[in-house]
């Protein structure tokens, strides 16, 4: 009766009778096949986007490491196959290739693992309807409960981060400062037909620009809740710049449209309509 072979490592079971006189052979490869399932650390050398990784029966291979150290020089996101796709798979996956690595064994449903991240992931080996599970973040929430991520000096997010009624806080008398990369800027947004508002509490400190998404489009305070002082400056003369051209509406005592800026004098307090270049000063009571 000729070999058979284990399921998910391909480990060789001789047949009754077969092999005479060459089983130490056999032998020791099935214990070198054992001994990388078991502690096996293998480096997995990515190029183009996709790769297999491959469990041959009766020889060692690379599907066979518990850990994989994935690195080589990927063109761009590397999508990895695990085959054959009826053999169940548990690895820890370290991914040091430079792009994100997709693991997939079927339809059933893939894992993604972002450059850097290190992840533990299975393969249920249903054939093709089999799926790759991402493991990681189910065990250690069960295994540790509350996470404290001061030790992660480059934390991600899977997804939208909900604070679930609590706040984003600072400690010792602390700054909170987000801070975007590169061009991006910081949206404060309140879904849309929701109650919730964006609450800062505290003074913020703006290092750059604050405006509107859009123009012409939003308000600054409301008929209920009025800003108290306003104390606006700029590298000049600390103008004042009331602007409605460019707009769809007019103004509704004569239906025109201007531009006209307040400017502070050391006597009186000046006016000018841009758009004519005229100059005025208001007509000051002493009381």
Known sequence: MASTYTTNTGIEKPGTGEQSGTWGT??????????RAVNGVGAISLS???????????????????VLVLGGSPSGTNTITIAPNDAQKFYVVINSSGESAIFTQGSGGNATIANGATKLIYADGAGAGAQVVDLSSTLVANTLGTLNIVDDTTPQLGGSLDVNGQEITSASDGNVVVNPNGTGTIELEAATNVTGDVQITGTTTAVGNIVPDSDGARDLGADATRWLNVYADNF?????ILDNTGRDFVNNVDGTQGRWRIQEGAEDL?????????????????V
Request: proline share 0%; no cysteine.
């Open 26 to 35: 056999t032998t020791n490869t099935n214990f070198d096949i054992i001994d």
């Open 48 to 66: 183009g986007t996709t790769h297999t990784l491959t469990t041959s029966d009766g020889s060692l291979s690379d599907g066979m490491y518990k």
């Open 236 to 240: 000049t003369s600390g103008d004042l």
């Open 270 to 286: 000046f006016i000018v309509n841009e758009l004519k270049g005229t100059k005025y000063k208001f007509k000051l009571e002493k």
